[in-house]
């Protein structure tokens, strides 16, 4: 029984808050990923491969088996509506808000609103969930640029220290999710591949508690 672990790792911000924590449990790729254009790593565990991927694609890889492990933003895992994968674990890192936000003291038109948003589904739920009739729109980036060219009315995005949205005349309005950094594991992986796969677990809850107590 093949028992190597594959895990989907994050690239961008994300990978440099990740590398850390799993040196810390005991996992390292043999060369700097920075400097690399692979895509997969082998690790000093001869049992462990990385592959580092868009956050977009963690929650597919391990929810179809390509990976038995992943760490992917709680956003991309409530975007990806119904991936079912086991997350046992909050790494605390890469912390940020899922909000709604719109033009300064501007109020929301009677009947429909427009989203603009690359979180499709999120906004959806947002939308039934608060009762509003919604047209979302889907973008990939530059979000505020669209109530400022009167494309929509409110938009849906990560927030982090809130400055890009002051500077282009918009506040935040409602919060949708805390997101932070989540381990997700593949359900039948974790069935067939239990014992290593939990050990990973037990020695990243380590250094997630290890890099808690020196913040």
């Known amino acids: 029984m093949d028992q190597q672990v594959v895990i989907a790792l994050t690239k961008g ?3 440099k808050e990740t590398l850390p924590l799993f040196a810390a449990a005991g996992i390292e790729p043999t060369e700097d990923i920075s400097q690399s254009r692979k895509l997969i790593f082998d690790t000093n565990q001869p049992d462990i491969k990385l592959i580092v991927i868009r956050g977009s694609d963690v929650p597919t890889y391990v929810q179809h088996g390509a990976a038995d492990i992943g760490v992917s933003g709680k ?52 939308c039934a969930e608060k ?8 973008l990939y980036g530059a979000m505020e640029l669209a109530p400022l060219m009167d494309l929509a009315d409110l938009i849906v995005d990560i927030v982090d220290t809130g400055n890009t949205l002051k500077a282009n005349g918009m ?18 992986a974790m069935k067939r591949k239990y014992q290593r796969i939990q050990q990973i677990i037990d020695q990243l809850t380590d250094a997630v508690k290890g890099a808690e107590r020196h913040e």
Do not use: W
Not at 131 to 138: A, L, N, P
Not at 171 to 185: C, G, H, K, Q
């Open 131 to 138: 009762g509003i009739q919604g047209d979302i729109i889907k």
């Open 75 to 126: 956003d991309m895992l409530l975007e990806a509506d119904g991936a079912d994968l086991y997350e046992p674990l909050d790494l605390n890192i890469s912390k940020c808000r899922l909000m709604t936000a719109g033009l300064v003291g501007k109020s929301l038109p009677q009947g429909r609103v427009r989203i603009a948003t690359k979180f499709t589904n999120i906004a959806k739920h947002y």
């Open 13 to 15: 911000r994300i990978l």
């Open 171 to 188: 506040e935040p309005r409602d919060l949708i999710a805390n997101v932070s950094s989540r381990l997700v594991v593949n359900r039948a």
